[in-house]
Nanobody, 122 residues
């Protein structure tokens, strides 16, 4: 089995910073793209940032210049540094990764974490 576990959410004032982390564990052969999504109350889940296995990154327009996604392949982790936070960044943040397993290396499974709450409020 493979699990993704997020950490680092919390309450922060507007203009503040938070760093989210997500660790993948279990029977992993290789990790490909890793992503952060978020879902605000009453809204659809949206893609925030993506990082490929080659470290190429892509961001939603709403977070460009404020958020930075990074990964540590030696630890099977992906992080999201969030600066200049705004109230509209309030959401549950989920990590997501495409992972192959030793028993089926030709197939990439998409796994999700359980989510971590980020609240931006004064």
């Amino acid at each position: 089995q493979v699990q993704l576990l997020e950490s680092g959410g919390g309450l922060v004032q507007p203009g503040g910073s938070l760093r989210l982390s997500c660790a993948a564990s279990g029977t992993i052969f290789s990790i490909y793209a890793m992503r952060w999504y978020r879902q605000a109350p009453g809204k659809q889940r949206e893609l925030v940032a993506t990082i490929t296995s080659g470290d190429s990154t892509n961001y939603a327009d709403s977070v460009k210049g404020r958020f930075t996604i990074s990964r540590d392949n030696s630890k099977n982790t992906v992080s999201l540094q969030m600066n200049s936070l705004k109230p509209e960044d309030t959401a549950v943040y989920y990590c997501n990764a495409d992972i192959s397993r030793p028993d089926l290396i030709s197939h990439r499974f998409r796994y999700w974490g359980q989510g971590t709450q980020v609240t931006v409020s004064s």
